[in-house]
């Protein structure tokens, strides 16, 4: 195997390594920032209008200005 | 050559009536406004001797006809507010408009109290309708089926400024600014071309350059030359360009930027060189560009990314506008640079901020929640319901709850904004005179208040220097005169 070759799969491995081994902080930054959201969801799947394909469909205003 | 900043918004809002069998709009809109008139300020007219709608900056008063409604009709769809502000029926809408403002984060407080008056019109017209009916209001600038209605700005600006020049100089500005203007939209109207999400809810109805016309092939910049003021000293610019803003950062920076903008212009020192090569493409393809990076045209073949142009608005007001001219006005400047460089870097990080961020953000999350796409209804209703000014339902209200998105202003200070004017323009002296004199103001508008203190005659006190009535130039007087005797000392002084 040509020594670029091995490099480059060498990096690659590294590359893999540090894939599989994340920044723990910024982890579970992204674990508060799903759940802060997740809330959010479930608040929205509660107060969505229901019949929202009708009501959306009726909404229809005259142009204004 | 600059005037005081002197400023409002206009908003109409959309209203539908749920669970109504053949809901009329126009009946709606009079139910809410008129059971709002219940603070003992009753039958005040609107003075339309005042308006001049059709008058264009170009120099000339277009044609048409201009829709002025009979006695009993004035007072059925007008009210003028404690705070100054008008309520009344526009068309199929309810509109509100606020007082004049001498800042960003006052005008901030008083759109807000806008909301919370619909709010209050809006439980108060509930009671008469049957318990399956309910009324809802958005404050939001579309149907999504190709009506839009408007959000409106009014700046005052010296009449020495020649209007091209205001064409010259904010076009790019007002295109550009729409990342930091814009509340978000799923997909296009009127004939736009095809997208997920954009920016801006109104860029797809903005068909020419510059026009008189707010209704039909909507223009850029709007001609409309009625200042509400001394017509040789000032001009009104009514920017009808922008959308109606949940978000109080959205609203406090799309105001004070303008606002400073239009002092650069006034200023001199924006000339023509942002000119764009084609402004009414350019409004869609800012409003589609959700990176902020896809570069314009200039007229002189530069290409700029909006951020970029931007960039050069804010260069020019650090270096013309003193930094010690206001709190509010160095607070915005900052506050503007702090935007243009998120938006630079990761648009989506102000999500806390800007309405399209803080709705894009909900909606890439929601559709991966129900594996939906941008087309299905939930996600047009989500759309919607961002809007909704219901403090239970709104998506934006429920987000400013949790504290989710960043609050400018404590609840308490829009409170008191319902019923008080800003101290420091002639809203002022329109606000305590119909507070103290309900019963002697046979109507008023934005340039003029009439009295009816005899049976004999009507006075009219005119207005027309928006930055003069304020508390400290007519509050003792407010406080110890009668009508009778505000009105003598008020004429006397203008003899």
């Not at chain 1, 670029?4 to 081994?21: A, S």
């Not at chain 2, 002025?68 to 769809?77: F, G, R």
């Not at chain 2, 208040?449 to 027309?464: A, E, G, H, R, V």
Request: with cysteine; hydrophobic share 35%.
């Amino acid at each position: 195997m040509p020594a670029e070759k091995q490099q480059d799969q060498k990096e690659k491995r590294t590359q893999e390594t540090e894939e599989v081994q994340p920044d723990q902080e910024v982890v579970e930054q992204g674990e508060e920032i799903k759940e802060d959201l997740d809330q959010i969801l479930d608040e929205i799947d509660e107060i969505l209008e229901e019949d929202s394909e009708e009501f959306v469909e009726n909404y229809i205003q005259r142009g204004g200005e | 050559m600059t005037v005081p900043t002197i400023m409002g918004t206009e908003t109409e809002y959309g209203i539908s009536v749920k669970n109504a069998r053949d809901p009329d709009p126009v009946a709606a809109s009079t139910l809410v406004v008129n059971i709002y008139k219940d603070r003992g300020i009753k039958g005040i007219t609107w003075d339309y001797d005042q308006e001049s709608p059709l008058m264009d900056a170009r120099g000339f008063v277009s044609e048409g006809e201009t829709d002025i409604p009979d006695q009993e009709n004035n007072s059925l769809i007008n009210d003028v507010l404690a705070n100054g502000g008008r309520y009344y029926v526009d068309h199929a809408h309810p509109e509100y408009c606020t007082p004049e403002c001498t800042n960003a984060r006052d005008l901030v407080k008083y759109e807000k109290a806008g909301d919370l008056i619909l709010d209050l019109s809006r439980l108060a017209a509930q009671e008469l309708l049957p318990t399956n009916q309910e009324i809802i209001i958005y404050k939001n600038n579309s149907d999504y089926k190709g009506h839009s209605y408007g959000a409106h700005e009014n700046y005052l600006m010296s009449r020495n400024v020649p209007f091209q020049d205001i064409v010259d100089g904010l076009t790019p500005f007002l295109v550009t600014r729409q990342p930091i203007t814009g509340s978000g939209k799923i997909g296009a109207e009127n004939g736009a071309s095809e997208t997920d999400y954009q920016i801006s809810q109104r860029a797809d109805f903005f068909e020419t350059e510059v026009g008189l016309s707010t209704m039909v092939a909507r223009p850029i910049i709007n001609t409309r030359d009625e200042p509400h003021a001394d017509e040789a000293l000032y001009r009104r610019l009514h920017v009808i360009v922008g959308d109606s803003n949940m978000s109080e950062f959205s609203i406090y920076l799309k105001v004070g930027i303008t606002a400073i903008v239009l002092q650069l212009i006034e200023q001199g020192v924006v000339g023509d060189e942002f000119r764009l090569s084609d402004p009414v493409l350019a409004i869609k393809t800012v409003s589609r560009d959700l990176s902020c990076k896809e570069s314009l045209v200039l007229e002189d073949g530069r290409k700029w990314t909006p951020i970029e142009v931007q960039r050069e608005y804010l260069e020019l007001a650090h270096k013309h506008i003193p930094t010690d001219v206001s709190d509010v006005v160095s607070d915005v400047m900052k506050t503007w640079e702090f935007v243009l460089d998120r938006l630079d870097e990761d648009p989506m990080s102000l999500d806390r901020h800007l309405d399209w961020v803080i709705k894009k953000r909900l909606i890439d999350a929601y559709l991966r929640r129900h594996s939906l796409t941008h087309s299905d209804h939930q996600i047009r209703m989500l759309d919607l319901q961002y809007h909704d000014i219901r403090p239970n339902k709104g998506l934006y209200a429920r987000l400013l709850k949790n504290g989710r998105v960043e609050r400018l202003l404590k609840h308490e200070e829009i409170v008191q904004a319902i019923n008080n004017p800003p101290v420091d323009t002639r809203a002022y002296f329109r606000g305590m005179c119909l507070q103290k004199f309900p019963n002697e103001i046979h109507s008023a508008s934005w340039n003029s208040m009439i009295f009816c203190t005899d049976d004999s005659s009507l006075d009219k006190i005119l207005m027309d220097r928006p930055h003069f009535g304020t508390q400290e130039m007519t509050g003792d007087l407010l406080r110890d005169c009668t009508a009778a005797e505000l009105v003598q000392a008020v004429l006397t002084s203008n003899d």
